[in-house]
């Protein structure tokens, strides 16, 4: 379990340039430390990693095909285009 006291927090505070009275930095040790004892009962929790599915980089809406595409008419609505593509304002110098 991580206890922190109030020198290190003192510590920690004075890294961070916070300015805390002692009845500030009572008060934020007391935050900080249910805060962590609350992280501590979440690393208690147990569950079933099987019932867990993956769905990192599934596409379950259609699959991903190219299709070749006429993009003529698109272009003939850009204000400017040159050499089959949009001609846009300079941003960057």
Same mark, same amino acid.
Do not use: G, H, W
């Given at each position: 379990?991580?206890?922190?006291?109030? $020198?290190? %927090?003192?510590?920690?505070?004075? +890294?961070?340039?916070? &300015?805390?009275?002692?009845?500030?930095?009572?008060?934020?040790? #007391?935050?900080?430390? $249910?805060? %962590?004892?609350?992280?501590?009962? +979440?690393?208690?929790? &147990?569950?079933?990693?099987?019932?867990?599915?993956?769905?990192? #980089?599934?596409?379950?809406?259609?699959?991903?095909?190219?299709?070749?595409?006429?993009?003529?008419?698109?272009?003939?609505?850009?204000?400017?285009?040159?050499?089959?593509?949009?001609?846009?304002?300079?941003?960057?110098?």
């Amino acid at each position: 379990m991580i206890k922190l006291d109030k $020198k290190e %927090l003192q510590r920690l505070a004075d +890294l961070s340039a916070l &300015k805390l009275n002692d009845n500030e930095l009572e008060e934020l040790l #007391n935050q900080i430390t $249910k805060v %962590l004892d609350y992280t501590q009962e +979440l690393n208690q929790v &147990k569950f079933a990693t099987d019932t867990i599915k993956d769905t990192k #980089n599934i596409n379950i809406f259609r699959q991903d095909k190219a299709v070749p595409y006429n993009s003529c008419a698109i272009l003939k609505q850009a204000p400017e285009e040159k050499n089959y593509f949009f001609v846009v304002p300079q941003i960057l110098k």
